[in-house]
């Protein structure tokens, strides 16, 4: 168990007297730490001093298709659907569930798009997803998700955090406090948004009752990718370099005088964001990439997109960062379910695909694990509204929705789970959130049951209190 | 025995056993401490089965209770036999490897460690002594030490002496004089404030100062903003809109009454049940502000009552976390694992917070009453003059008129109001008052159904009218009760069905004098930032929301009336068939959309008339026009006709602007109890999900501490006087410990939010008990306990860390030294637009938009905020005036480690980052502040050995030393050299000054 309400002046000491446990990692605590002479063993690793177990993967990249994508017109063929379009579902199936917006004795709707069997695996995809098609074979598609949550703010809290409400740790935040940060210089945990906002807001990375520095860095589309990372305009550079050393020259002196370790720190911090304001723009500069790459992945260098995104993500993976958000918001098909999707996936498919295509082309799909899906699924029921002039659309849908995993530690190839004929409920090997959250920390090497932080008396872990498991038959 | 009279027995006994071995320095004995080592352990491994929850315990055995745990379980065996481990049959099964015997049961996975069993059975062979947990008794108050004259420093050196620490000597008087204006006003002093200081060589210099800071009107602001974090105080409601809401006058409540000092006790009070005072202020109200801080979802398509559960979850967190020192929470979803509280604790303390409605109250106030004075003076005027702008003068007007009584009366009818002889609904209150109209309250939900039964001697009747209207007790005034999501008191009827001896009757036609009006302004269109373009694609067509609509059966179209004052519509429903009203009529009305929608004010009317219409008159005038008896002279009728024909739009536009915007008080958001006739009930709920509630449970403090006087009612002000009876053993403790961590940067009890088992014990349990008591007999002043800390030794230490604190004491528990931790945000941004001669001092108001990177709030959240960043003073309030937006803070106070107002926070995270240091570094703010602060050196000094020092003394009080002054001059030199002059070399020089650790240390 670790002691909650770490600073910094703690990690001196311990190291100081070689002490037990440390919880320093994330933002670039590496640097922190070797600047003021800590320990190399300490200083790389978060608060494990080892994995629980051998690791397969040490980045995460989850693309997060907020809004909700449609599980029905992408992994989840219905044919049923078609067959009984236009009718309602029996009240025996609907159970008790609450909707959004439809009255529960909406009709069914059926698939709007054809599905056909791909790759070797021969796992079954809709035509939208012709990319995603020419990777099939690495990624592991869980056809059998379900989510407590039918309100998108509170779902993808969930999904991020294991809890509704806002103030828990995000699972980039589990993962940094666990394991540290390898990035040089660059933060630990990054999110970015390519679409009109995400709902859970900044709860979706803060890093609740965990030490604010394992926080989700945002990585912003305009002005400054990290805020305030550029030296304000009309400040030469020599300048700015001459001022971050007087300022810990003037620090250094007031440390003999105080005896304070946090100055240490705080001078680290300083050359810190003095390497970062290179760093960053040398990441973001993808005159680097070959013309090919670009192409690959569809991107655009000069216009933020959800492609160009993922590009970054690679490149942030390259250097280091545990944890990459990259939010895709707009999936929210309350009308006009195909028209949605074909925008999305339009938007999404090709870089998606290209992502892991890359990653394995370099090596690096081994060790990274790719994490695709959205807060919850959409109804086999149509949606449609003469006041809010909706028809054809789909309803937020807990019980059942398709997630997908790719790489580090994960079996390619793989179909997991199933939904009833009418794709209402998982009839087959569910996957609960928490369930997925443990099997993203099993490949990283941590056990989900062991990897807590003791906050008003109690041990919290990520996964919460309800049994879960790791998805065994997912993993290589 | 209930645990209640367990844990008050022997309030004499606990002190002595409790000697606090606990701090955590290296005091080692032989003897099991049962706080720190024994509960721990029977709190994780034994009391799921063993302890206070009667509806988990096995086999008869509890082992939280001493005389329970030396009695016998079911199988007849001595659970602890104290001296004799080896008699003891928990021991026994501890040790077992049997899988049918061991404990914890084999089935569990729960295996005890063998350093638990090794402590267990020293516990048990040393006597098996239980302890009272220190802080679920009432403080005992003992002299402090003598030789001291100041009581902190007695208690405190006491303990330096036992281990063999001296104080340090006091900080230097610029340091002190710096350190006492950061912690009192949350300011840094200006250098001629400290010269001051220094200047008076009176022996009480430092408490004169200490009181003219306590005077000063910025002592409630700094106050005020560590009160909001636990008021998770915001200005927007979270979730996915996170909308703006209001209520800045809370916010501004509590800076006014920390300035008056207002006795915490009071202050607490009001803020808890400021509503059930007797003849509650607009003050008092404003203070209830406090439980309307929780988070509002208005995610399209929540189920509201479910986040209505959450906020009470919240609000009951909150409630523990802030006077009780209590992880009540720990309790929602079943009886606390550690501390004493049971499950049902946890739902009638909700209880008592439980029976509140939620309205926005506009403020009255002297000023108010001349306003609505002047409303009514204007209204006349213009209702006056309204005739004199009849295009072509009196004689057409008149002839106009004529003409129009005509047509009106043509297709007016007469109508009986139909008083209800029975009223139904799913949820909602409804209430049939005196003048035929129902008002609706309480809570709703998406789906509520009103049936209504009438019945009347009366054959024929062709038609039913509905009238809606406002009223003041509605949001927004009605005549719906919409609150949240859609258009705030307005309504939504999808259906309306009319029965008669359980047929259905069928309605043949519909008209509302509303058909007509642009309803466009509706769900999507209310989506936040949508283009005008978007809105109106996504707008339904013109007229869906119409009467008729709620006859088709198509539940997703309906009438609908929007909110606001002075609003008047009815709805005429005519049926196929004449009835006879003698045989009974049952109306169900239908409100559904995807928010709730209820109707709140409306009267149903009948009439046998041949051709019944809605016309929108007043039931007055229709009479009037139906009876065939209106005057040509009759003035309402003519406003009615002046107000409402075509050629006089234009005239009458400023008249019907005025009535619908009727003076309103500054509105903010309150708790009040709701009427006798429509309590909440409280139910628990299973595992702490809101779709399992289960009994309804009475509402009680938890059974383990005081109970609330046997005569009391069991409400909220009930509640929070007990709060402050003298036999609460927590509130006192809780909150001088929180006042001790905001000077020293750690609380006696560094759990500022837990005094229960799981807490941290206090490094100083006495003095911690005297200033608890010393608090109650000042009479809760805070200013009183400010001052009696600053004024300590202990408090005016230099705060030099030297080989031996580290050694001896590296976290400064024992406190022979000042404290040094970095400053809150909001401090580290007030002193830098102190120093740069930037701040205002204005106080109090709607929230301001100080300058922050653009991205911040227009990219990555859904709910966006207009952030447009202020001009003016207004760019440079403190920064407890920041508009405080949940889902997209203010980024530099987030990098500071300021809470979002997302959930309640007793102590924030004090973080150093290299994002900070990029935030004091580069953001545009800063850089402002030190373009003005270069502009300010220049002016005020000529060399550069005087601009430098002057610099100085802004950003940290003191003079530079001779050595900093080389680097200083150094740097100057060397961006000379790189052409550097004039204002940019010195702005060069105060963005370095402004980033200096010093400035936003503690000192």
Known sequence: MITPNITRRHFFQDCGIGVGKVALASLLAQQTARAAGASEKIASSGTLFAPHHEPKAKAVIHLF?????????????KPMLAKYEGKPLPASVIGGQRYAFIRSDAAVLGPRFAFGKHGQCGAELSEMLPHLATVVDEIAIVKSCRTTQFNH?????????????????????????????????????????????????????????????????????????????????????????????????????????????????????????????????ELMDLSQESPATLELYGCDPATPSFARACLLARRMVERGVRFINIYNEGWDAHSDVAGNVKKNTALTDRATAALIRDLKQRGMLENTLVVWGGEFG?????????????????????????????????RGGTTYGATDEMGFNVVEDEVHVADLQATILHCLGIDHEQLTFRSAGLDFKLTGVEPCKVIKALLA | MPPARFFLLSAFVVTLLNSVSALALPTHSVAVDFNREVRPILAQYCFKCHGMDDHSRKGELRLDLRDKALGNGKSGETAIVPGHPELSEVLKRILSQDKEEMMPPHSTKSLLPETAKATLKSWIA?????????????????????????????????????????????????????????????????????????????????????????????????????????????????????????????????????????????????????DLLPNPSPSDLIATGFHRNSMLNEEGGIDPLEYRFYAMTDRVRVTGTTWMGLTLHCAQCHTHKYDPILHTDYYSLMALLNNATEPTYAISSPEMVSREKAHAEKIAKLEAELPSHYPGGNEAMA????????????????????????????????????????????????????????????KNVTAIRIEVASHPSLPNDGPGLTYYEGPLGGFFLSELQAFQNEQRIVFSRASASNDEEDDRINDAALKPNAKPSEKKAQAPSKKKNNASAAI?????????????????????????????????????????????????????????????????????????????????????LLLRFLATVQEMKDAAAPL??????????????????????????????????????????????????PQLPKDASSSRLAFASWLFSPENPLTARVTVNRQWQAFFGRGLVSSLEDFGYQSDPPTHPELLDWLATELVREGWSMKKLHRL???????????????????????????????????????????????????????????????????????????????????????????????????APFAMATTFDAPTGEACLAKRDVSNSPLQALTLLNDAMFLEAAEALAKRIIGEAQSDEERLQALFRHCVTRPASPDEMTLLRAFLEKQRAQKLEGEVLWIAVARAALNLDEIITHP
């Open chain 2, 656 to 705: 019907l602007a005025a009535l619908k915007n009727p003076p309103r008080g500054q509105p903010t958001l309150i708790f009040q109890e709701r009427p006798a006739s429509n309590p909440r009930t409280t139910r628990l709920y299973h595992r702490g999900e809101y779709l399992q509630p289960r009994d309804e449970v009475p509402p009680a403090v938890p059974a383990f501490l």
């Open chain 2, 399 to 458: 002839a106009r008129f004529s003409e129009w009584i005509g047509v009106e009366s043509a297709k007016a009818s007469h109508w009986s109001v139909l008083q209800p002889e029975g009223i139904q609904t799913n949820l909602p209150h409804v209430e049939a008052q005196t003048d035929g109209f129902l008002l609706g309250s309480g809570d709703i939900t998406k789906s509520d159904t009103y049936t209504l039964r009438f019945r009347a001697a009366q």
């Open chain 2, 126 to 274: 040393q006597g098996a002594n239980y302890q009272l947990h220190w802080a679920y008794v009432p403080a005992i108050r003992r002299t402090p030490p003598s030789g001291e004259s100041h009581p902190i420093d007695a208690f405190v050196r006491e303990r330096l002496k036992k281990e063999a620490l001296s104080p340090s000597p006091e900080a230097d008087k610029l340091t002190l004089v710096r350190r006492v204006y950061l912690d009192l006003i949350g300011l840094p002093p200006t250098p001629k404030e400290a010269d001051n200081f220094l200047a008076n060589t009176a022996p009480d210099a430092y408490e004169t100062l200490v009181d003219s800071l306590l005077a000063s009107k910025h002592y409630g602001e700094r106050w005020a903003r560590r009160w909001l974090d636990l008021a998770r105080y915001a200005d927007t409601n979270g979730y996915e809109k996170d909308r703006p809401r209001t209520i800045w006058p809370y916010r501004d409540w509590v800076v006014e009454a920390l300035n008056a000092d207002l006795p915490f006790d009071q202050f607490s009070i009001k803020q808890l049940a400021g």
């Open chain 2, 789 to 887: 800390i600053v004024t300590s030794a202990t408090y005016k230490q230099g705060s030099k860390i030297t080989a031996e604190h580290l050694q001896k004491d590296p976290n400064n528990l024992l406190l022979a030294r000042g404290a040094r931790f970095r400053l809150d945000a909001e401090v580290i941004r007030d002193s830098a637009l102190r120093a740069a001669g930037l701040l205002s001092a204005k106080m109090g108001g709607p929230g301001v938009y100080p300058p922050q990177p653009v991205s911040v709030t227009t990219e990555g959240t859904y709910g966006k905020v207009d952030w447009k960043t202020s001009t003016g003073e207004d760019r440079y309030r403190r920064s407890l005036y920041t508009f405080v937006k949940r889902t």
């Open chain 1, 153 to 281: 703010a509170p779902a993808q809290i969930f999904m991020n955090t294991g809890f509704s409400q806002p103030g828990r740790p995000s699972m980039g935040s589990w993962i940094t406090y666990g394991l540290g940060s390898e990035a040089r210089d660059l933060p630990a945990f990054v999110v970015m948004s390519t679409g009109s906002g995400i709902s859970g807001g900044a709860a979706c990375w803060s890093s609740g009752f965990l030490p604010s520095l394992y926080s989700g860095t945002r990585f912003r589309n305009t002005g400054d990718p990290i805020l305030n990372v550029s030296t304000p305009q009309g400040v030469d550079p020599r300048t700015q370099r001459d001022t971050i050393g007087l300022i810990n020259a003037m620090n250094q002196r007031r440390l003999q005088l105080e005896g304070d370790s946090e100055i240490a720190t705080r001078i680290a911090n300083y050359e810190m964001a003095y390497r970062l304001q290179s760093s960053a723009p």
């Open chain 2, 552 to 636: 088709d059966g198509e539940m997703s179209s309906g009438w609908q009336v929007l909110g606001g004052s002075s609003v008047y519509h009815t709805a005429v429903f005519q049926f196929e068939h004449p009835l006879d009203l003698s045989s009974g009529l049952e109306l169900k009305m239908l409100f559904e959309k995807h928010f709730a929608c209820s109707l709140g004010h409306f009267r149903v009317s009948f009439t046998t008339g041949e051709i019944p219409t809605a016309t929108g008159h007043s039931a007055e005038l229709e009479e009037l026009l139906a009876s065939g008896t209106s005057q040509p002279n009759n003035s309402k």
């Open chain 1, 65 to 77: 298709m907020a809004g909700a994508p449609s599980q029905l017109e992408l992994f989840d063929y």
């Open chain 1, 378 to 410: 959409r109804t086999p029921m149509v949606e449609a509204s003469v006041s809010l002039g909706r028809s054809q659309g789909r309803d937020h849908h807990p019980q059942a929705f398709t997630m997908w995993m790719a790489g580090g530690g994960i």
